[in-house]
């Protein structure tokens, strides 16, 4: 059957895709991987962490945001833009206290596998260590924000799906961080159930259930057992049946 959809090319092969789709979504129905980290498919696109940036026309820009369109030259793989998103896992790693090893998110942690996948063996620049709290003040849900990359996932799920706005993020620039809606500050002091979607959107390991730590034991977890590449296009296949 012929395939009379619009096309353009990406990385020197041209890619079909169906008007209203983004870059990054048509790249992923076509069966390339683009790194991503505050991408989800069920919310709109918010180009929050950069990782999945192309050169569009000779412009640089977010795949996740940018719209495809009929004969646009989209560059996914360069050592320039191969070196920027190395470099934003690098930073991403360094702003934060991310100790792989000891982590309940090692081998489902989305940055880790992101780092695995664009070859990043260190932190390279030198780690802030920045004094950030572990809430344990909720019955079932403990929110180590040591973790958070401000991918706003939780944010977002929490506000359009949950209806809560549990999670928010105050502050700019190195400052920024996340908050929760309680005077107190305190996770316990709000209204997040096990159950709600915001729960189960974080890449990283900042929102994690209580009493169920380490039950899959590492080496066994989603990215342990195949690279994020694979993961990610079986996972997108899985969307469009």
């Given at each position: 059957?012929?395939?009379?959809?619009?096309r353009?090319?990406?990385?020197?092969?041209?890619?079909?895709?169906?008007?209203?789709?983004?870059?990054?979504?048509?790249?992923?129905?076509?069966?390339?991987?683009?790194p991503?980290?505050?991408?989800?498919?069920?919310?709109?696109?918010?180009?929050?962490?950069?990782?999945c940036?192309?050169?569009?026309?000779?412009?640089?820009?977010?795949?996740?945001?940018?719209?495809?369109?009929?004969g646009?030259?989209?560059?996914?793989?360069?050592?320039e833009?191969?070196?920027?998103?190395?470099?934003?896992?690098?930073?991403?790693?360094?702003?934060?206290?991310?100790?792989?090893?000891?982590?309940?998110?090692?081998?489902?942690?989305?940055?880790?596998?992101?780092?695995?996948?664009?070859?990043?063996?260190?932190?390279h620049?030198?780690?802030?260590?920045?004094?950030?709290?572990?809430?344990?003040?909720?019955?079932?849900v403990?929110?180590?924000?040591?973790?958070?990359?401000l991918?706003?996932?939780?944010?977002?799920?929490?506000?359009?799906?949950?209806?809560?706005?549990?999670?928010?993020?105050?502050?700019?620039?190195?400052?920024?961080?996340?908050?929760?809606?309680?005077?107190?500050?305190?996770?316990?002091?709000?209204?997040?159930?096990?159950?709600?979607?915001?729960?189960?959107?974080?890449?990283?390991?900042?929102?994690?259930?209580?009493?169920?730590?380490?039950?899959?034991?590492?080496?066994?977890?989603?990215?342990?057992?195949?690279?994020?590449?694979?993961?990610?296009?079986?996972?997108?296949?899985?969307?469009?049946?």
């Amino acid at each position: 059957m012929n395939d009379d959809r619009p096309r353009f090319t990406l990385d020197d092969q041209e890619v079909a895709f169906t008007p209203g789709q983004t870059i990054l979504e048509a790249a992923l129905a076509a069966g390339t991987y683009v790194p991503t980290l505050c991408h989800h498919p069920e919310f709109a696109p918010h180009g929050s962490c950069k990782v999945c940036t192309v050169r569009v026309n000779g412009r640089t820009q977010s795949s996740c945001t940018t719209p495809a369109h009929p004969g646009d030259v989209v560059e996914l793989h360069s050592e320039e833009l191969d070196d920027l998103r190395k470099s934003l896992v690098q930073l991403l790693f360094t702003e934060g206290n991310h100790f792989c090893p000891s982590c309940e998110q090692s081998g489902n942690c989305q940055l880790q596998a992101v780092g695995y996948e664009l070859g990043v063996v260190s932190g390279h620049f030198n780690p802030l260590f920045p004094t950030r709290p572990v809430d344990a003040s909720h019955p079932d849900v403990l929110l180590d924000l040591n973790r958070c990359i401000l991918c706003e996932l939780c944010v977002r799920a929490s506000a359009q799906v949950d209806r809560k706005s549990v999670f928010a993020l105050s502050g700019r620039g190195i400052t920024k961080h996340l908050v929760v809606n309680a005077e107190s500050g305190r996770l316990g002091d709000t209204d997040l159930a096990v159950e709600d979607k915001a729960m189960s959107v974080c890449p990283v390991g900042v929102i994690l259930r209580k009493r169920r730590g380490f039950r899959v034991p590492i080496g066994e977890r989603k990215y342990d057992r195949r690279p994020i590449s694979e993961v990610a296009l079986d996972e997108a296949e899985g969307e469009r049946r």
